[in-house]
């Protein structure tokens, strides 16, 4: 069981017989009143969000939560196909809705991290940093600021960010998978 003084971000515990992660936590301080903490939860089966509070007597159990790897295989009609890393037969398949926004930085062979809830596979975590080649650039225009310095190019996977104007097609870049942001140009 985790305390109220345990309940950080990044914890995964039980509600209502589903495993969540702690996104958000912030204590708060009413009055003449005692303190409580406000969270965000995500579930790690459904991807939804939900608020809860958490006063000092309440505890939570922590969630059973096994993590593997697995290659990342293809992709069609939103449904990802994964296979494990030494064992290519071995196969499994998740929701584009379960894996949420950051699916679009998948490409083929990828190595993601499983997460394993009661031994069943309810989600995967793609690494923070993906490198991908840029395959589609619109010419940038260096007096056109309306986009303050940003252009909008395509990745090899189909996925569209804003990166600077000396972005070049067939550039590697670095994205962060959690804010979709471009991070540098990682060319070898």
């Given at each position: 069981m985790l305390?109220?003084?345990?309940?950080?971000r990044g914890k995964i515990v039980i509600v209502n017989d589903q495993p969540?992660?702690?996104?958000?936590?912030?204590?708060t301080f009413k009055g003449r009143g005692h303190s409580y903490l406000q969270m965000k939860l995500r579930n790690l089966v459904s991807g939804a969000v939900i608020s809860r509070s958490a006063q000092p007597r309440d505890s939570f159990e922590e969630a059973d939560i096994e993590k593997s790897e697995a290659k990342f295989i293809f992709q069609n009609k939103?449904?990802?196909?994964?296979?494990?890393?030494?064992?290519?037969?071995?196969?499994?398949?998740?929701?584009e809705e379960?894996?949420?926004?950051?699916?679009k930085f998948l490409k083929p062979n990828e190595v993601v991290?499983?997460?394993?809830?009661?031994?069943?596979?309810?989600?995967?975590?793609l690494p923070i940093k993906v490198k991908l080649k840029v395959t589609e650039v619109p010419p940038g225009v260096k007096g056109d600021r309306a986009q303050s310095g940003n252009k909008v190019v395509t990745l090899e996977t189909g996925a569209k960010i804003a990166a600077p104007l000396f972005i070049n097609e067939g550039d590697i870049l670095e994205i962060n998978t959690e804010s979709g942001e471009y991070t540098r140009r990682a060319n070898e």
């Open positions: 305390s109220y003084s345990e309940l950080t969540y992660e702690i996104v958000e936590a912030e204590n939103g449904r990802y196909t994964f296979s494990e890393v030494n064992n290519p037969s071995k196969r499994f398949e998740l929701d379960k894996i949420g926004d950051s699916a991290t499983t997460i394993l809830f009661n031994g069943k596979i309810i989600n995967v975590s």
